[in-house]
Every structure is written in structure tokens, then in C-alpha cells.
Nanobody, 124 residues
Framework: QVQLVESGGGLVQSGGSLRLSCAASGRTFSTYVMGWFRQPPGKEREFVARISRISVTDYADSVKGRFTISRDNAKSTVYLQMSSLKPEDTAIYYC??????????????????WGQGAQVTVSS
């Protein structure tokens, strides 16, 4: 099973930028579809972005054009570059990994491994 560790969260003003990183260990990173989810206070976990094994990307409408997901297989790391941040982006952000195929990868149920989460707070 792959192990995931996020880093890069923090406090930022509205309109600012942050980059989250998720380092993987334990299995061949390139065989995984990687995703980012977030859980705002008092709400359920929601899809943010995912990147396929061949770096095809998909985004939630709420972050499209502002967030960019990327992966570096040599470093076993997936990134989430977040720009033009808004207070409603405040959440705990989780990275996730999946070895499955043929799914949308927009549901938390599509993933089998999760990081511990990174807090992102956007002040107005």
C-alpha cells in the first residue's frame, strides 16, 4: 500500500497563492491515479482535481482556471498549485491514490489511500 504525506498548507490572504505537495512512498508511484479532495468546515469531502497515470487532468468547476494539478513521477510527488484563492477555498486538503481503472475518480470511494490532510485557510 502506498503512503501519502501532504505539505504546504497554511494561511493566505484572498487572491493569494499556495502550492500543496503530496509525497508518496511504498509502491510504484506512476501506477497510481492521484487526486486532491478538500473538506470545508462542517461539510463533506469534495473532489478538487485528479491526474491520470499519463497526466490527463480533471478539475471541479469551482477551481477550474485557478488550480493546477501536476505530478513528478521521478520524485513520487503530486502537486496542487492554487491561485486566486478565495475564502470559500478554506478547507482541509487531502491527496489520494488509486490503482483502479475505468472510474471517474471524482468520488472519494474511487481511492484506497489517503494522506493525513493539510489545512488551507484563506482570509478575506
Amino acid at each position: 500500500q502506498v503512503q501519502l504525506v501532504e505539505s504546504g498548507g497554511g494561511l493566505v490572504q484572498s487572491g493569494g497563492s499556495l502550492r500543496l505537495s503530496c509525497a508518496a512512498s511504498g509502491r510504484t508511484f506512476s501506477t497510481y491515479v492521484m487526486g486532491w479532495f478538500r473538506q470545508p468546515p462542517g461539510k463533506e469531502r469534495e473532489f478538487v482535481a485528479r491526474i491520470s497515470r499519463i497526466s490527463v487532468t480533471d478539475y471541479a468547476d469551482s477551481v477550474k482556471g485557478r488550480f493546477t494539478i501536476s505530478r513528478d513521477n521521478a520524485k513520487s510527488t503530486v502537486y496542487l498549485q492554487m491561485s486566486s484563492l478565495k475564502p470559500e477555498d478554506t478547507a482541509i486538503y487531502y491527496c489520494a491514490a488509486s490503482e483502479r481503472r475505468g472510474l471517474s475518480f471524482q468520488s472519494p470511494h474511487d481511492y484506497s489511500a489517503w494522506g493525513q490532510g493539510a489545512q488551507v485557510t484563506v482570509s478575506s
